[in-house]
């Protein structure tokens, strides 16, 4: 039987960039690096068999291509994702919002909607047709308190966690119940208004991003969590493309 080589996956995205390398039924080993701070590939490049890259960073994407050992496939609209889009610009569309609307369709079915918890938090949008439709983009939940430790001279920078309590008995847990709570009802208000779309009502509700756990644990709108939902969808985009 001919030995089967992992594949590199890499998501370059605002804050962090995830290499990973993976095969044709898992994800194998994932190492995170601040975007700003990558250097290197964390991985050998020996017994590679190909790379798809997504990346959110245009300046980071030509950095980091210059690091690879082989051409990678690039994510976006035109290439063949399995899903269909169906989107007036297409070349506006983040790499990411493309590897979760297939990470989603292929694992969970469609219709969907993907809550993805990163920088900004982004909800995508695939309809029962398995069509990537368009999405809805809002701050993200550092932006949010950093914000308030950058603009205030008494508040600081916290370390998000759960609330204690939904009243604060201190500065740092009263901004904690601002910040967690209050941004649940934010992503709460936005997945009830998508369900009022037609066609969405029965979607099915994914998170995703560095957040995702701990705003989704309390939402019972979200019915499932997935941390590598973008490094999934990248593996299936690689599937699809790779040289035969």
């Known amino acids: 039987m001919k030995k089967e080589h992992p594949f590199l996956l890499v998501n370059i995205n605002n804050t962090n960039t995830s290499f990973a390398l993976a095969n044709a039924t898992r994800i194998l080993r994932v190492v995170k690096v601040p975007t700003a701070s990558v250097r290197k590939i964390p991985f050998s490049d020996a017994g590679i068999e190909g790379i798809v890259l997504g990346s959110v960073v245009p300046a980071m994407t ?30 506006q569309i983040g790499a990411d919002r493309l590897a979760n609307a297939v990470g989603v369709a292929k694992l969970y079915g469609t219709p969907a909607i993907v809550v993805d918890f990163g920088t900004a938090v982004t909800f995508d949008i695939v309809n029962s047709s398995r069509e ?59 997945l009830s208004a998508l369900k009022r779309e037609r066609g969405m009502k029965k979607a099915v509700v ?18 499932h969590v997935n941390p590598l939902l973008t490094l999934e969808g990248l593996r299936f985009i690689y599937l699809r493309n790779r040289a035969a």
């Open 206 to 223: 994914v998170a995703t991003g560095g957040y995702g756990e701990l705003i989704a644990k309390k939402i019972r709108e979200i019915d």
């Open 62 to 91: 030509k950095r980091v291509r210059r690091l690879l050992p082989m051409r990678p496939i690039i994510v976006n609209a035109n290439i063949d994702l399995g899903v269909g889009v169906r989107y007036p610009s297409k070349k």
């Open 132 to 190: 990537y439709v368009g999405g809805v983009i809002a701050p993200g939940l550092a932006s949010v308190t950093d914000y308030l430790y950058q603009r205030t001279a008494l508040l600081p920078r916290i370390k998000l966690a759960e609330p204690a309590s939904v009243i604060g008995k201190s500065t740092v847990a009263a901004m904690r119940v601002g910040a967690v709570i209050g941004y649940r009802g934010l992503v709460k208000e936005i």
